[in-house]
């Protein structure tokens, strides 16, 4: 079962020096920008927690991980501002999980679009399910996916990237995404995921707290300018969403 919601939810459990984030939404898992926020805000939280060495983000269901953005909000933008408010929302959720000093650990139970693919993309470790395919699919409705790229590219290549971005009707399987790097490891359950993903996490707290810091630190080194360069992506990325070809193709979708 989902949040009804329409505000979406997010909780935090801290148990055994994890910290356990859920999110979710009525419309499979999207954001709001209110809930993008509110995300940013709790992995600054817990990063600064000396209680906790690693999170988990996960969301709420047994189906869909995260659609992306709210697709209400992006149809609603009518000026720059706010075309660069809405896209910040992802921007920010990236670098607060590339800036947290914890390892963060990713459960993907189904599909995800969009930013919710960048969302995996900024986890430093990922378990998925056969279910869990991928699709960025910005460039059908007239915008490109400019603000989770560096996160996905990181990951994946630019020749994966391509072949997401380039493809936006297209879902990629869970085989594709783990034999590219964005998962690290499949499993054909649910219940079979948790499982594994219980020992692999409760192993993991029992390590050194700084070794674990020191490692998360290295796995994003160079990547100090993305406070910049994901802040211009957002305004390249508004200004898309207020051309006519995006603006009549999100409205023939509303339909």
Not at 106 to 111: A, L, T, W
Not at 171 to 178: F, L, M, P, V
Not at 236 to 255: M, P, R
Request: glycine fraction near 8%; charge should be neutral; aromatic fraction near 8%.
């Amino acid at each position: 079962m989902g949040t009804n919601r329409p505000a979406g939810s997010l909780y935090t459990k801290i148990e055994n020096r994890t910290a356990t984030i859920e999110f979710g939404h009525p419309a499979s898992n999207s954001f709001i920008s209110e809930l993008l926020d509110r995300l940013t805000d709790e992995l600054k939280k817990i990063s600064s927690n000396k209680a906790v060495s690693i999170v988990v983000l996960k969301s709420e269901g047994d189906r869909a991980f995260c659609a992306g953005a709210s697709f209400d909000e992006l149809l609603a933008i009518s000026n720059t501002d706010e075309g660069t408010i809405f896209f910040s929302g992802f921007a920010n959720v990236i670098n607060a999980m590339r800036e947290c000093v914890h390892p963060i650990i990713g459960r993907v139970q189904g599909k995800a679009v969009g930013g919710g693919v960048g969302l995996i993309a900024s986890c430093d470790y990922v378990f998925a399910v056969e279910a869990a395919s991928v699709r960025l699919s910005e460039l059908s409705i007239g915008i490109a996916p400019l603000v989770i790229e560096p996160a996905v590219q990181r990951k994946i290549g630019l020749s994966g990237f391509a072949e997401l971005a380039l493809s936006p009707t297209e879902w990629k399987n869970a085989y594709w995404a783990q034999q590219k790097g964005l998962y690290s490891k499949v499993f054909n359950s649910i219940k079979e995921m948790d499982k594994e993903l219980d020992f692999f996490i409760s192993t993991l707290a029992t390590y050194n707290p700084e070794a674990l810091r020191a490692i998360k630190k290295i796995l994003w080194e160079d990547t100090t300018s993305w406070n910049e360069l994901l802040a211009n992506r957002a305004v390249i990325s508004g200004n898309l969403a207020l051309s006519q070809v995006s603006k009549d193709k999100l409205k023939s979708l509303k339909k």
